[in-house]
């Protein structure tokens, strides 16, 4: 498993459920909505409301810290935090579950846009389909 440490941002004051959701975050494999990670920090016995783990997460991505990535056409916002180190990931349409894609199929596309001094940050893909359980439940219903 890859050493995921957050450097804390200079300047973002520390408070116990940023630390927390810094915490989960850093030990989760997959990128987590903001429901899954209230409720990891709920299990842990803090109390804490959704919206503050909402605002929490959007002063991070605006940090820089946190990368929001939507999927399924935005129904649904996950985050994961920021290791400037480039993924995709596939949805499956029926159970919503993120698998990381290994390569990047936009690296040697090169866009072309009018603003010449565009400077491109990243990109976004939406990957999705139906997962290898899903196909195998629907398999053996027909
Ligand atoms: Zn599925
Ligand atoms: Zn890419």
């Known amino acids: ?62 940090k820089g810290i946190v990368n929001k990535l939507s999927v399924m056409n935005s129904e649904m916002a996950v985050y994961e935090l920021n290791q400037f180190k480039h993924k995709h990931y596939a949805v499956c349409v029926n159970c919503h579950k993120i698998i990381p894609v290994d390569n990047c199929p936009m690296e040697k596309f090169v866009p072309q846009i009018e603003d010449d001094d565009f400077r491109i940050m990243g990109h976004n893909l939406e990957i999705y389909g139906i997962c290898k359980d899903c196909a195998h439940k629907s398999n053996k219903r027909s």
């Open 1 to 62: 498993m890859e050493n995921k440490k957050l450097k804390w941002p200079q300047g973002l004051k520390k408070t116990e459920t940023r630390k927390a959701v810094i915490s989960v975050l850093e030990k989760t494999e997959k990128p987590l909505s903001a429901a899954d990670i209230f409720s990891e920090i709920k299990k842990n016995g803090s109390n804490v409301w959704l919206s503050t783990i909402y605002r929490i997460l959007e002063l991070f991505v605006k």
